[in-house]
């Protein structure tokens, strides 16, 4: 009897293993399905911020660097290195630059060094490219790479989030990156018609009186549409996806020639 017993016992613990089993797996998706389901934005916040910092300051560094060997016109100052080094970060995006609401290049503005513009040394200008556009291509990776990604999905998802950053810096700078030239020969430079380099659009009477004095200062900086846009936005975004989805280029791989031999 005992023994009756204990087999009964025995062949009631062994049916109720696999009914556990089923009850913890199902007990156990709901979380795993949440915890893919959430995306890495504090993360990517991070990543993304450690991104833009260092490829500013890259920026500023060769920007100093080029200040230090330039020579301002005249007894006017140079453009703050801080400002020049943004210039030279928002350019590297594609941004685009304004004098007085008027489509201008950084080649138009005087007295500044932005080192993407005026290469301090060479191949500063493609050091320079490789490092803000690899910047935002290895944070997308980086952090599709540090959440695991196990498809093509996640992986764009995950890469995505490194472009909050972007979009705050190239904010603020487009609205705090200006300068404002005020001295007589520089507002020349840029506000005339007929002077090397001058912004079309620009007439010297929105600036001289007749007696040639400064009415008017003249202020340079980002286009914000362009820096919102580019820097901002699509550029980062285009290069994180891409940076996350070289994690997945295996499966990116077998997805391609699953459909070229079909």
Known sequence: MADDSQLEYEDGQTESQPEQAQRQTQAQQPATQSASSELPIKEGAVVGSIAVIATYLSHL??????????????????????????????????????????????????????????????????????????????????????????????????????????????????????????????????????????????????FFNSDGEVTSDLEFGPATTGAVLYAGLLIPAVLAVIGGLVTQWEDALETVMAKVTQ
């Open 61 to 206: 560094l060769f920007t100093i660097i080029a200040t230090a060997d330039s020579t301002p016109a005249g007894d006017t100052e140079m453009v703050g290195v801080a400002t020049a080094g943004g210039w030279s970060y928002l350019s590297a995006l594609g941004t685009g630059f304004e004098a007085e609401g008027e489509p201008a290049t950084l080649g138009d503005a005087p007295n500044h060094a932005a080192a993407f513009a005026t290469s301090p040394f060479t191949l500063s200008t493609t050091v320079l490219a490789l490092l803000t556009l690899g910047g935002a291509l290895a944070a997308g990776y980086g952090i599709a790479k540090y959440t695991g990604t196990d498809n093509a999905v996640d992986a764009v998802k995950a890469s995505a989030t490194v472009v909050p950053p972007y979009l705050v810096f190239a904010l603020l700078a487009a609205f705090l990156l200006t300068h404002t030239y005020s001295d007589e020969l520089v507002v020349s430079f840029v506000g005339t018609e007929t002077s090397s380099g001058s912004v079309a659009g620009l007439d010297a009477e929105q």
